[in-house]
């Protein structure tokens, strides 16, 4: 106790002044089983009493739970209370020890309350898992039993019904899923667990019913409906019998023959399915062919021909070529032909005013548009004549780059104006635009031009077209011939007379009342409108909302635009129009035609676009030959990426490139399109460090931003011209110099001298030319290079000397060699590095 009482008080040991604390605390140790102990931090709060000011407060005994109560005193008077007297130090800890043994005695009634409730809980819902299995086996047991009292009626009711073999109804001998369904609910009660509660018995529905009418549920066995009898198992499986003897006297069905449609090649698989056979029986015969092949294995035709008549089908052989659109055999007939305007090309040099005559026929300006004054697209406008009719120009470029579009105008023209200045006469591309309108097999009218200048010599024209075999009328021939002057506009109504006149001859008509035909004149990449197209329509009218395909492309018309600009709903025979609407650029020159439905248009363009495929990955057959030729060649490259504003452009730039290669140095054309430059494109250029051409174009933001980080060239042209000087000048430089040596004199070793302690001289005997210091010489022995060295020292009788001529001795110190021997021969040499050109 000595030890509490020098301990204890420090828990509720109070300062000298202040309030009295109302929480004590303290400390009990708790011990279990298994010598486990526990220290627990006990609080004992106590009631705060403020008395009036002088008062003494009353003191508070804790009371033990154990005492019995006592009954309380009375209250005294305030005036008679006795005065408390003051608690000691050994009672406060009396008192606290008190309080904390009840809270202990607390704490442990209420754990053991908490045990014995949740043991409580654990046996009842123990007991109730119990009772409810009893219920469930026990509604299993009578279930059972109902069960087999049902299966034992059932079968007192096949036996009867055996004994007397009533007559089969015939609809349930007519409805075998009827059958399966009812010996299925036969077979249930004797198998299959009955339900937990029996159903209800349902009210029949009538004799109309009779699908239901006899089915037997539980319920009904049980409550004794047996107004309507089902069928029994036997009379099920004597249905059955019949149903099978049935079959069997009818024999197999008759083998449907069918017309196969069959492919240039097909795989067995495919052609199993179009046979509606088994592809195992395919694979089977053409084993016994002599052909072990799989189901994805592709065949050819004739082999798929053998398998077809041999399954006893019919074939109709077909091919590629037939899904794409064959326009020659469809003709018009000829009650349904109306006159169209006719279509004039214009060609002839560059340079000769060809542009500047269509601009003084139309009354427009379109040379001034174009870059350096020369035509570099084909253009396509219709001009209204004085009498109301209409020609339709299309004005084809000059230069010599462009001669894809020249034969592409011929190619779709009524008549050829052949544009020919009378101040320059006949040039190359005059000639070629007579080739192209004799290939074409079109007439021609000759347009002598800039008869205004005092140079001007049309009768030299004439003349010279008689070395083409052009027969101009006043020389006797059958060509008209008009002199003209484009900028004082003279004679351009003799032209017009001369174009309708020829015109009236071919009676120029088509059908209108058709689907639309024509050819794509030019084609390119728009940035806000897309691919478009300018067509000229052959035959039929095309309409906005049509399905079309051109070339490998397909699209429906979203618009139509005319020369003019304007937006039309329909052009008819020899009206060129800008159409809107296309999936991709197609290429100039392709045929353009309008189908049915989207689903054609889509199978057309796929298959065109399959053969380009094909044309452009098939290489030659490799041989020893060309093999070892293509690894032994060392031909410079030149890589370029090309992009142009329209599709024609694209033609001719890369044609004039390629014939610029030669057999040291090509162009490779890593990429050409239509439409500003993109990203793409600069990655394809970085990739293969070639520069970027644009033609009339230029590129993005996002594009620009790219080549600066990769360091990717830019070079921009609207001069094709230009193109093709810049272009010849990096070839020659990706040539580099070309190096030339000149021999300028030989000698021959006659003596090897000693000269200092590593060097050694040679005394030559100079048999040819001049030896000078400084210059390339080759020293060779038996004809065998040794060494290429320079000469660094000449000298003469120990003089040095500049150059030593031919019969004269002489001593030389070479660079870089010390292997000399007398009879050594020694040939000195100049090297020339001259710019290469192409």
Known sequence: ????????????????????????????????????????????????????PGEAPPAEAPKPAAEAPKPAPAAPKPSAAPQPRKPSAADDITARKEMQALLLRQADEARMAALEEARRREEQAKSSANEEERRRAEDNRRADEAAAEEAAR??????????QAPPEEPQQAAAPERQEAEERSFRRPAHAPAPKRPEPARPSRGREDRRHAGKLTVSRALSGEDDSRARSLAALRRAREKEKRHHMETGPAQKQVRDVVVPEAITVQELANRMAER??????????????????????????????????????????????????????????????????TIMGHVDHGKTSLLDAIRGANVVSGEAGGITQHIGAYQVSLPDKSKVTFLDTPGHEAFSEMRARGANVTDVVILVVAADDGLRPQTIEAINHTRAAGVPMIVAINKIDKPEA????????????????????????????SATKKTNLDKLLEAIQLQAEILELKANPDRAAEGTVIEAKLDKGRGPLATVLVERGTLRVGDVFVAGASSGKVRALIDDHGRQVKEAGPSVPVEVLGLSAVPSAGDPFTVVENEARAREVASYRQSVLDRKRTTSAPISLENMFAN?????????????????????????????????EVRVRILHSGVGAITESDVTLASASGAP???????????????????????????????????????????????????????????????????????GLLVTEGVIRKGLNARLTREDVIVSKTTISSLRR???????????????????????????????????EERARTL
């Open 1 to 52: 106790m000595a030890d509490e009482t020098t301990e204890k008080p420090k828990l509720g040991t109070r300062p000298p002044l202040g309030l009295k604390r109302t929480v004590e605390t303290g400390k009990v140790k708790q011990s279990f089983s298994h010598g486990r102990s526990n220290t627990v931090v006990v609080e004992v709060k106590k009631r705060r009493i403020l008395g009036r």
């Open 154 to 163: 059932i079968a007192q009711e096949q036996a009867l019904a055996a004994t």
């Open 279 to 344: 592809g195992a029986d395919l694979v089977k015969a053409l084993f016994k062919m002599g052909m072990p092949v799989t189901l994805t294995q592709t065949i050819d035709q004739d082999t798929a021909e053998l398998l077809v008549t041999e399954f006893g089908h019919r074939i109709k052989r077909v091919s590629e070529s037939d899904i794409d659109i064959d326009t020659s055999e469809d003709v018009d007939a000829p009650e349904t032909l109306k006159s169209r305007p006719p279509v004039v």
């Open 457 to 484: 010599k049309p009768q030299k024209v004439r003349e010279e077209l008689l070395q083409h075999e052009v027969i101009v009328e006043d020389m006797g021939g059958d060509v008209q011939d008009v002199e003209v």
């Open 631 to 663: 690894h032994a060649s060392t031909v410079a490259e030149v890589p370029l990426v090309i992009k142009a504003d329209v599709q024609g452009s694209i033609e001719a730039i890369v044609h004039a490139l390629n014939r610029l290669s030669t057999d």
């Open 692 to 762: 970027i051409i644009g033609f009339n174009v230029r590129p993005n933001a996002k594009a620009r931003e790219v080549a600066e980080r990769n360091k990717v060239e830019f070079r921009y042209y609207d001069v094709i011209y230009h193109l093709t000087d810049w272009v010849k000048s990096a070839m020659a430089g990706e040539l580099g110099p070309e190096i030339i040596e000149t021999i300028v004199g030989r000698a021959e070793v006659r003596e090897v001298f000693p000269a200092g302690k590593k060097d050694k001289a040679a």
């Open 797 to 831: 009788f120990k003089d040095d000397v500049a150059e030593v001529r031919a019969g004269l001795e002489c001593g030389v110190l070479l660079a870089d060699t010390n292997d000399i021997k007398p009879g050594d021969n020694l040939e000195v040499f100049e090297v």
